[in-house]
């Protein structure tokens, strides 16, 4: 399901909530955001409910401050917002105790080793200190630290603080996992182990992730709802699985030796056809294969040259938001 | 999420109360403290001074052996001022270990901006700096109103009931005035070190502010003809607080009222400059 962008003159804002048939993670309701005269979140609605939502948008577009909002460091100036149900005006602690959060900048603490950061993260987080030792280790092996979880932070390189990251983010097993740029800073190996373990995180189904990226294919790669920032407004709202299911449709062809016959005998399939040259595209309606095309050709000795499904990628997706 | 797994795993176990996550950054700051073993020795060194005190009060009822030496009965007496001049050594020694523990308690948290690490989990802003607050605050307490109190036991134990009532308001003094210094050291040495995040200049400035803030009244008092200039003189200003909780018959340049104003308002523009800059991020406006 794609919902498309109303484009105001001074808004753009979307037709309606964004509803999709799972329980809402993040709520936002008419939610503004100022800092002194300066609005940086414009009245921004919407309901995400995927197991993973990438955060999309150019530099500026309000993406960090929604994602401070939601953690409640930025007070909303109008509007609310609400995650897993909690108002972020009055459930702070609530939230914070459902989230993990792994920040875009550099955060550790250059004198502690990581298993020492990582464990007080845990304790801070509620877990016990014993259960806090164990799952530090455990969080530590599972990004990949292992060996350097004795090592002080200050040590590290930058893709091993992202990890380092990482590992404090997910210590205490949260149920909403944010991601701030996690592949920043990553070598091509760290970015693929880095995108693995997200999707491995996501298809566990114990904890939906908010992913916040410049990267259009770290978020095409991983998540299955986009939301893009413009301007501190919501500029497109993307279901990713749905479109993905609903370009199967979408058909781009190319063949020779065709008179209007095959296109009239196409049109009679109930297929929507637009045509250049000869080239064709198609869009199947429920119950038409392509076989049925390739039917029609060989019934007409037309050749076909090449026939793809066609879909808007998230560069096509995001482009297009930019541009309205 | 067990390591030879390693596959992602929720939490499902029981939580510490939530009141008492502060008490975690109390631990793991006072442990990096003692990894210094000059801290550790400067911690030891501060109790060097009680020990000679309850030589001291020992002593003073101890008449057979003050007469073997020749030392005339009444030149040990424990009085308030006894205890006067105990607190001031013990208050140098708080103020010198505050110097070498205070600094680096926030500023390496915020030198690699590690404060939304803290911000994003259940604790608020308030307890993170009640966590800090109680590493200086008990590491403090240890070593000035925890054996002040100690001696005036035992010198109630060896003097018996009628010194004890006469002198009780002694123990509401000790505690009182190290709780006011306390106070305004942990905040002074919190803000500075909110706001420098090299540790040494903070150290270095938050002796500075002692040293050099007499200098400095001494001269705007010279300058402006006025005695105004005592206000910038913290330990001016605690002498004089300390002068009237322990009873102390010396003239002030200022009055006590206004001491005490002067040092509340000193903990007010700590707390404030300290709030201020301990946030998750700083806002651009």
Redesign the interface.
Same mark, same amino acid.
């Given at each position: 399901m794609s919902t498309t962008t109303q484009n105001g003159a001074a808004t753009v804002e979307l037709q309606q909530p964004v509803v999709a048939p799972r329980t809402p993670l993040i709520e936002l309701d008419n939610l503004s955001v100022k800092?002194?005269? %300066?609005e940086i979140l414009r009245g921004l609605t919407a309901s995400l409910r995927g197991r993973a939502i990438g955060l999309l948008g150019p530099n500026g577009a309000g993406k960090s401050t929604l994602i401070?909002t939601l953690?409640g460091?930025?007070p909303p100036h109008s509007g609310s917002a609400r995650v897993f149900g909690h108002d972020i005006r009055t459930g702070k %602690? #609530?939230i914070? +105790?459902l989230? +993990?959060?792994m =920040?875009e900048?550099?955060? *550790?603490? $250059?004198?502690m080793t990581a298993v020492?950061l990582v464990r007080?993260?845990g304790?801070? $987080? +509620?877990? =016990?200190s014993s259960?806090a030792l164990e %799952?530090a280790?455990?969080?530590l *092996?599972?990004v990949g630290l292992?060996e350097a979880r004795y090592r002080q932070? +200050?040590t590290y390189s930058l893709g091993m603080k992202q990890l380092a990251k990482l590992a !404090?983010a997910?210590v205490?097993? =949260?149920?909403l996992l944010i991601l701030d740029e996690p592949t920043n800073g990553l070598d091509p190996s760290a970015r693929q182990r880095m995108i693995r373990?997200i999707h #491995?995180?996501r298809d566990?189904q !114990?904890?939906r992730i908010v992913l916040c990226s410049h990267l259009l294919r770290d978020v095409e790669d991983t998540c299955d709802e986009v939301l893009i920032l413009k301007q501190g407004r919501i500029a497109h709202y993307s279901d990713l699985q749905e479109e993905r299911k609903a370009n199967r449709r979408f058909l781009e062809m190319e063949f020779y030796g065709a008179n209007g016959d095959f296109t009239e005998a196409i049109e009679k399939l109930g297929c929507e056809c637009a045509i250049r040259a000869n080239r064709m595209k198609i869009i199947l309606p429920e119950g038409i294969e392509t076989r049925d095309i390739f039917r029609l050709a060989a019934e007409r000795d037309v050749r076909i040259r090449r026939l793809n499904f066609r879909r808007d990628t998230l560069e096509d997706i995001f482009l297009k938001a930019m541009e309205s | 999420m067990a390591v030879y797994r390693r596959t992602y795993s929720s939490y499902t176990g029981a939580l510490t109360p939530s009141w008492s996550r502060w008490f975690v950054l109390f631990r793991y700051a006072r442990q990096n403290l003692f990894r210094s073993k000059f801290q550790t020795a400067l911690f030891v060194a501060s109790f060097f001074y009680p020990l000679v005190c309850l030589a001291m009060i020992y002593l003073a009822h101890n008449l057979a052996f003050l007469q073997q030496i020749g030392a005339p009965s009444q030149v040990l007496v424990i009085d308030n001022r006894f205890f006067f001049y105990y607190m001031n050594v013990q208050g140098v020694l708080a103020f010198v270990l505050t110097a070498f523990a205070g600094p680096g308690l926030i500023s390496q948290d915020l030198a690699n901006g590690a404060l939304p690490l803290y911000f994003c989990r259940p604790l608020s802003r308030p307890e993170y700096v009640l966590g800090k607050a109680s590493v200086l605050g008990i590491l403090l307490s240890q070593i000035t109103w925890i054996p002040g109190l100690v001696l005036f036991i035992v010198q109630a134990t060896l003097a018996g009931p009628a010194w004890t009532w006469d002198h009780l308001w002694i123990a509401g003094s000790i505690i009182v005035s190290s709780l006011i210094w306390i106070s305004v050291l942990s905040l002074l040495a919190m803000a500075l070190s909110a706001w420098v995040k090299w540790r040494i200049v903070a150290g270095a400035l938050l002796l500075a502010m002692l040293f050099f803030g007499a200098g400095f009244a001494e001269a705007i008092n010279a300058v402006m003809r006025t005695q105004a200039g005592h206000f910038v003189n913290l330990a001016y200003l605690m002498r004089t607080v300390w002068n009237s909780l322990f009873q102390i018959d010396v003239e002030h340049a200022i009055p006590v009222v206004d001491a005490w104003i002067a040092i509340l308002v000193y903990c007010a523009i700590c707390l404030g400059l300290l709030l201020r800059k301990v946030r998750a991020y700083e806002v651009v406006r």
């Open positions: 800092f002194g005269d %300066r401070n953690l460091f930025y %602690r #609530e914070r +105790g989230v +993990g959060y =920040p900048n550099d955060a *550790f603490i $250059s004198k020492s007080m993260m304790e801070l $987080s +509620g877990l =016990p259960v %799952r280790h455990e969080a *092996f599972y292992a932070l +200050g !404090q997910i205490h097993g =949260p149920k373990m #491995e995180m566990s !114990q904890v | -």
